[in-house]
Protein backbone atom coordinates (compact mmCIF):
# COMPACT_ATOMS: atom_id res chain seq x y z
CA UNK A 1 0.00 0.00 0.00
CA UNK A 2 0.98 3.10 -1.18
CA UNK A 3 2.06 5.40 2.27
CA UNK A 4 2.94 8.98 3.25
CA UNK A 5 3.50 11.10 6.57
CA UNK A 6 1.28 14.61 6.81
CA UNK A 7 3.33 16.61 9.75
CA UNK A 8 1.42 19.77 10.12
CA UNK A 9 -2.59 19.60 10.19
CA UNK A 10 -3.67 23.09 9.50
CA UNK A 11 -6.41 24.10 7.28
CA UNK A 12 -3.84 23.17 4.72
CA UNK A 13 -2.16 19.65 6.10
CA UNK A 14 -5.57 18.70 6.86
CA UNK A 15 -7.18 19.28 3.54
CA UNK A 16 -3.81 17.03 2.11
CA UNK A 17 -4.38 14.49 4.74
CA UNK A 18 -7.57 13.84 3.62
CA UNK A 19 -6.89 13.69 0.02
CA UNK A 20 -4.33 11.44 0.70
CA UNK A 21 -7.09 9.55 2.89
CA UNK A 22 -9.49 9.51 0.06
CA UNK A 23 -6.93 8.09 -2.78
CA UNK A 24 -6.16 4.91 -0.87
CA UNK A 25 -3.06 6.14 0.62
CA UNK A 26 -1.90 5.00 3.79
CA UNK A 27 -1.44 8.46 5.77
CA UNK A 28 0.17 9.19 9.08
CA UNK A 29 -0.37 12.27 10.91
CA UNK A 30 1.67 14.23 13.30
CA UNK A 31 0.53 17.88 15.06
CA UNK A 32 1.96 20.01 17.86
CA UNK A 33 -1.61 20.38 18.96
CA UNK A 34 -2.53 16.70 18.40
CA UNK A 35 -6.42 16.87 18.79
CA UNK A 36 -6.45 18.04 15.35
CA UNK A 37 -5.62 15.11 14.09
CA UNK A 38 -9.10 13.60 15.68
CA UNK A 39 -10.80 13.91 12.09
CA UNK A 40 -8.88 12.09 10.45
CA UNK A 41 -7.98 9.59 12.72
CA UNK A 42 -12.02 9.21 12.49
CA UNK A 43 -11.49 8.55 9.03
CA UNK A 44 -8.74 5.84 8.46
CA UNK A 45 -5.31 8.07 9.40
CA UNK A 46 -2.93 6.81 11.81
CA UNK A 47 -1.79 9.28 14.73
CA UNK A 48 2.07 9.08 15.44
CA UNK A 49 3.03 9.82 19.24
CA UNK A 50 6.09 11.34 18.42
CA UNK A 51 7.52 13.28 15.35
CA UNK A 52 9.98 10.20 15.10
CA UNK A 53 6.94 8.01 14.90
CA UNK A 54 5.59 10.28 12.58
CA UNK A 55 9.18 10.49 10.23
CA UNK A 56 9.85 6.36 10.55
CA UNK A 57 6.11 5.59 9.16
CA UNK A 58 6.81 6.59 5.35
CA UNK A 59 9.99 7.59 3.16
CA UNK A 60 7.93 10.55 1.84
CA UNK A 61 6.98 12.80 4.50
CA UNK A 62 5.17 16.41 3.63
CA UNK A 63 5.32 19.12 5.67
CA UNK A 64 2.71 21.44 5.71
CA UNK A 65 3.66 24.30 8.74
CA UNK A 66 3.63 27.95 9.19
CA UNK A 67 6.92 28.81 8.38
CA UNK A 68 10.91 26.86 8.83
CA UNK A 69 11.10 27.65 12.50
CA UNK A 70 8.68 25.62 13.23
CA UNK A 71 9.53 23.11 11.10
CA UNK A 72 13.51 23.35 13.04
CA UNK A 73 11.12 22.69 16.34
CA UNK A 74 10.08 19.81 14.64
CA UNK A 75 12.88 18.12 12.91
CA UNK A 76 14.42 19.18 16.30
CA UNK A 77 12.73 16.26 17.90
CA UNK A 78 13.82 13.44 16.25
CA UNK A 79 17.34 11.94 16.44
CA UNK A 80 19.11 13.14 13.33
CA UNK A 81 19.79 9.19 11.94
CA UNK A 82 16.05 9.20 11.55
CA UNK A 83 16.27 11.72 8.88
CA UNK A 84 18.41 9.50 6.33
CA UNK A 85 16.61 8.27 3.12
CA UNK A 86 13.49 10.66 3.82
CA UNK A 87 12.02 12.81 1.21
CA UNK A 88 10.54 15.90 3.25
CA UNK A 89 8.21 17.88 0.83
CA UNK A 90 8.52 21.35 2.32
CA UNK A 91 5.05 22.79 1.42
CA UNK A 92 5.58 25.50 4.53
CA UNK A 93 5.46 29.35 3.18
CA UNK A 94 8.91 31.47 4.00
CA UNK A 95 11.88 32.96 2.28
CA UNK A 96 14.22 31.61 -0.89
CA UNK A 97 17.45 31.59 1.08
CA UNK A 98 15.58 29.78 4.06
CA UNK A 99 14.46 26.63 1.64
CA UNK A 100 17.74 26.73 0.11
CA UNK A 101 19.93 26.04 3.93
CA UNK A 102 16.93 23.68 4.91
CA UNK A 103 18.19 21.85 2.01
CA UNK A 104 21.33 21.77 2.81
CA UNK A 105 21.24 20.87 6.24
CA UNK A 106 18.94 17.82 5.56
CA UNK A 107 21.33 17.00 2.66
CA UNK A 108 23.54 16.78 5.29
CA UNK A 109 21.75 14.08 7.53
CA UNK A 110 21.05 12.08 4.13
CA UNK A 111 17.23 13.44 3.72
CA UNK A 112 16.22 15.13 0.22
CA UNK A 113 13.98 18.16 0.64
CA UNK A 114 11.58 19.42 -2.11
CA UNK A 115 10.36 22.49 -1.96
CA UNK A 116 7.22 23.73 -2.65
CA UNK A 117 4.36 26.56 -2.87
CA UNK A 118 1.51 25.78 -3.29
CA UNK A 119 -1.29 28.30 -5.23
CA UNK A 120 -4.73 27.36 -4.14
CA UNK A 121 -6.35 27.54 -0.82
CA UNK A 122 -6.88 24.24 1.05
CA UNK A 123 -10.32 23.82 -0.79
CA UNK A 124 -8.68 23.39 -3.85
CA UNK A 125 -6.35 20.45 -3.06
CA UNK A 126 -6.91 17.35 -5.08
CA UNK A 127 -8.79 19.46 -7.78
CA UNK A 128 -7.72 19.49 -11.08
CA UNK A 129 -6.89 22.51 -11.73
CA UNK A 130 -5.02 23.17 -8.41
CA UNK A 131 -1.09 23.91 -9.13
CA UNK A 132 1.80 23.77 -6.90
CA UNK A 133 5.43 25.43 -8.02
CA UNK A 134 7.90 22.75 -7.00
CA UNK A 135 11.78 23.02 -7.22
CA UNK A 136 14.93 20.70 -6.13
CA UNK A 137 16.01 18.11 -7.88
CA UNK A 138 14.01 17.14 -10.68
CA UNK A 139 14.80 13.08 -10.90
CA UNK A 140 13.62 12.73 -7.44
CA UNK A 141 9.87 14.94 -7.93
CA UNK A 142 9.57 12.43 -11.05
CA UNK A 143 9.74 9.44 -8.92
CA UNK A 144 7.27 10.94 -6.71
CA UNK A 145 4.74 12.65 -9.25
CA UNK A 146 1.97 10.43 -8.55
CA UNK A 147 1.55 11.34 -4.78
CA UNK A 148 2.48 14.78 -5.39
CA UNK A 149 -0.10 14.94 -8.42
CA UNK A 150 -2.64 13.68 -5.68
CA UNK A 151 -2.67 17.17 -3.61
CA UNK A 152 -2.49 19.23 -7.41
CA UNK A 153 -0.49 19.85 -10.76
CA UNK A 154 2.94 20.47 -10.02
CA UNK A 155 5.08 23.09 -12.22
CA UNK A 156 8.39 22.43 -11.29
CA UNK A 157 10.73 25.75 -11.58
CA UNK A 158 14.01 23.91 -11.37
CA UNK A 159 16.82 22.25 -9.00
CA UNK A 160 16.85 25.02 -7.25
CA UNK A 161 15.66 25.14 -3.80
CA UNK A 162 14.83 28.57 -3.37
CA UNK A 163 12.94 28.79 -7.09
CA UNK A 164 9.30 27.34 -5.94
CA UNK A 165 9.55 29.74 -2.69
CA UNK A 166 10.39 32.69 -4.65
CA UNK A 167 7.65 32.46 -7.39
CA UNK A 168 5.30 31.58 -4.56
CA UNK A 169 6.53 34.53 -2.96
CA UNK A 170 6.22 36.90 -5.91
CA UNK A 171 2.58 35.70 -6.68
CA UNK A 172 1.57 36.42 -2.48
CA UNK A 173 3.26 39.89 -3.01
CA UNK A 174 0.56 40.61 -6.08
CA UNK A 175 -1.86 38.37 -4.21
CA UNK A 176 -2.07 40.57 -1.16
CA UNK A 177 -1.43 43.90 -3.04
CA UNK A 178 -4.50 43.61 -5.31
CA UNK A 179 -6.90 41.77 -2.62
CA UNK A 180 -6.00 44.73 -0.39
CA UNK A 181 -6.76 47.42 -3.84
CA UNK A 182 -10.30 44.86 -3.29
CA UNK A 183 -11.03 45.40 0.65
CA UNK A 184 -10.36 49.02 -0.26
CA UNK A 185 -12.78 49.68 -3.01
CA UNK A 186 -15.29 47.44 -1.67
CA UNK A 187 -14.65 50.09 1.78
CA UNK A 188 -15.36 53.45 -0.86
CA UNK A 189 -18.43 51.45 -2.16
CA UNK A 190 -20.15 50.79 1.45
CA UNK A 191 -19.49 53.93 2.38
CA UNK A 192 -21.57 55.44 -0.48
CA UNK A 193 -24.03 52.62 0.53
CA UNK A 194 -23.09 50.36 -2.42
CA UNK A 195 -23.18 46.28 -1.30
CA UNK A 196 -20.76 43.69 -1.60
CA UNK A 197 -23.34 41.71 -3.99
CA UNK A 198 -23.80 44.94 -6.31
CA UNK A 199 -20.33 45.34 -6.85
CA UNK A 200 -19.09 42.08 -7.68
CA UNK A 201 -19.68 41.51 -11.04
CA UNK A 202 -17.87 45.21 -11.18
CA UNK A 203 -15.19 44.36 -8.91
CA UNK A 204 -14.23 41.31 -11.05
CA UNK A 205 -14.30 43.24 -14.24
CA UNK A 206 -11.86 45.62 -12.51
CA UNK A 207 -9.82 42.66 -10.98
CA UNK A 208 -9.21 41.57 -14.36
CA UNK A 209 -5.69 42.51 -15.16
CA UNK A 210 -5.40 39.48 -17.78
CA UNK A 211 -5.33 42.07 -20.76
CA UNK A 212 -2.82 44.42 -19.41
CA UNK A 213 -0.33 41.76 -18.56
CA UNK A 214 -0.23 40.62 -21.51
CA UNK A 215 0.03 43.75 -23.35
CA UNK A 216 2.60 45.06 -20.81
CA UNK A 217 5.12 41.86 -20.56
CA UNK A 218 6.13 41.77 -24.16
CA UNK A 219 6.67 45.49 -23.78
CA UNK A 220 8.46 45.51 -20.92
CA UNK A 221 10.77 41.81 -21.47
CA UNK A 222 12.09 44.39 -24.79
CA UNK A 223 12.73 47.57 -22.78
CA UNK A 224 9.83 49.62 -24.32
CA UNK A 225 8.48 52.03 -21.78
CA UNK A 226 6.91 54.02 -24.47
CA UNK A 227 4.15 56.61 -23.12
CA UNK A 228 2.30 55.91 -26.23
CA UNK A 229 -0.71 54.20 -24.38
CA UNK A 230 -0.51 55.45 -20.55
CA UNK A 231 1.55 57.89 -19.31
CA UNK A 232 2.91 58.14 -15.45
CA UNK A 233 1.62 61.84 -15.59
CA UNK A 234 -2.30 60.30 -16.34
CA UNK A 235 -1.62 57.71 -13.42
CA UNK A 236 -0.96 60.38 -11.14
CA UNK A 237 -3.93 62.43 -11.83
CA UNK A 238 -6.29 59.44 -11.58
CA UNK A 239 -4.88 58.06 -8.38
CA UNK A 240 -5.43 61.90 -7.09
CA UNK A 241 -9.07 61.21 -8.52
CA UNK A 242 -9.24 58.29 -6.58
CA UNK A 243 -7.90 59.47 -3.26
CA UNK A 244 -9.80 62.51 -3.02
CA UNK A 245 -13.23 60.21 -3.71
CA UNK A 246 -12.19 57.90 -0.70
CA UNK A 247 -11.65 60.83 1.48
CA UNK A 248 -15.09 62.02 0.73
CA UNK A 249 -16.32 58.59 1.11
CA UNK A 250 -14.73 59.18 5.23
CA UNK A 251 -12.67 56.16 3.66
CA UNK A 252 -8.67 55.57 5.42
CA UNK A 253 -6.75 56.90 2.07
CA UNK A 254 -3.64 54.27 3.01
CA UNK A 255 -3.62 52.53 -0.07
CA UNK A 256 -4.64 54.99 -2.79
CA UNK A 257 -1.97 57.11 -1.15
CA UNK A 258 0.83 54.86 -1.15
CA UNK A 259 0.19 54.14 -4.94
CA UNK A 260 -0.10 57.66 -5.27
CA UNK A 261 3.70 58.46 -3.96
CA UNK A 262 5.25 55.54 -6.02
CA UNK A 263 3.96 57.47 -9.47
CA UNK A 264 4.92 60.82 -8.16
CA UNK A 265 8.84 58.85 -7.33
CA UNK A 266 8.52 57.77 -10.90
CA UNK A 267 7.30 61.50 -11.89
CA UNK A 268 10.30 62.94 -10.25
CA UNK A 269 12.42 60.64 -11.76
CA UNK A 270 11.44 62.46 -15.08
CA UNK A 271 9.41 59.19 -16.69
CA UNK A 272 5.90 61.46 -16.50
CA UNK A 273 5.52 61.06 -20.51
CA UNK A 274 6.58 57.48 -20.27
CA UNK A 275 4.48 54.33 -19.54
CA UNK A 276 3.62 53.10 -16.33
CA UNK A 277 6.01 49.82 -16.94
CA UNK A 278 8.71 52.70 -16.37
CA UNK A 279 8.21 52.25 -12.48
CA UNK A 280 9.57 49.26 -12.61
CA UNK A 281 12.80 50.72 -12.77
CA UNK A 282 12.07 53.12 -10.25
CA UNK A 283 11.02 50.43 -7.64
CA UNK A 284 14.48 48.81 -8.54
CA UNK A 285 16.42 52.16 -7.68
CA UNK A 286 17.31 52.77 -11.04
P1 LIG B 1 -0.79 27.77 9.38
O1 LIG B 1 0.06 28.59 8.49
O2 LIG B 1 -1.57 28.48 10.43
O3 LIG B 1 0.12 26.62 10.03
C1 LIG B 1 -0.37 25.93 11.09
C2 LIG B 1 0.48 24.71 11.41
O4 LIG B 1 1.79 25.08 11.87
C3 LIG B 1 -0.21 23.97 12.53
O5 LIG B 1 -0.04 22.59 12.30
C4 LIG B 1 0.58 24.44 13.77
O6 LIG B 1 0.51 23.56 14.85
C5 LIG B 1 1.97 24.45 13.15
N1 LIG B 1 2.95 25.17 13.95
C6 LIG B 1 3.07 26.51 14.10
N2 LIG B 1 4.12 26.79 14.91
C7 LIG B 1 4.66 25.60 15.27
C8 LIG B 1 5.77 25.22 16.08
N3 LIG B 1 6.55 26.12 16.67
N4 LIG B 1 6.03 23.91 16.22
C9 LIG B 1 5.26 22.96 15.63
N5 LIG B 1 4.20 23.25 14.83
C10 LIG B 1 3.92 24.56 14.65
O7 LIG B 1 -1.83 26.88 8.60
P2 LIG B 1 -2.15 26.52 7.08
O8 LIG B 1 -2.47 25.08 7.13
O9 LIG B 1 -3.18 27.47 6.57
O10 LIG B 1 -0.83 26.77 6.24
C11 LIG B 1 0.26 25.88 6.21
C12 LIG B 1 1.28 26.42 5.22
O11 LIG B 1 0.67 26.47 3.93
C13 LIG B 1 1.74 27.85 5.56
O12 LIG B 1 3.11 27.97 5.31
C14 LIG B 1 0.91 28.70 4.61
O13 LIG B 1 1.57 29.93 4.28
C15 LIG B 1 0.81 27.77 3.40
N6 LIG B 1 -0.33 28.07 2.55
C16 LIG B 1 -1.56 28.25 3.11
C17 LIG B 1 -2.64 28.57 2.31
C18 LIG B 1 -4.00 28.77 2.92
O14 LIG B 1 -4.88 29.27 2.22
N7 LIG B 1 -4.24 28.38 4.17
C19 LIG B 1 -2.51 28.72 0.85
C20 LIG B 1 -1.19 28.41 0.35
C21 LIG B 1 -0.15 28.13 1.18
P3 LIG B 1 -0.65 23.75 15.95
O15 LIG B 1 -1.90 23.16 15.36
O16 LIG B 1 -0.14 23.00 17.12
O17 LIG B 1 -0.77 25.23 16.22
Redesign the pocket.
Known amino acids: MKSVTVI ?6 QAMAGAYLAAGYEVTVW ?3 AA ?1 ADDLVARGARRAASVEAALSAAELVVL ?4 Y ?2 VD ?2 LAQVPEAVLAGRVLVN ?3 DTPDRARRQAEWLAERGAVQIAGG ?1 QV ?2 PGIGTPEAVTYYSGPEHVIETHRSALEVLTGIDYLGADQGLAPLYYQIGIDMFWTALAGYLHGQAVAEANGISAEDFLPRAVRSMDLRYFLEFYAPRIAAGNHEGDVDRISMGVASVEHVLRTTEAAGVDGTLPAAVLEVFRRGEAAGHGQNSLTSLIGVLKGR
Do not use: H
Not at 8 to 13: A, E, T, V, Y
Open positions: GLGPMGNRTRSLIDDAAVLTSVPP
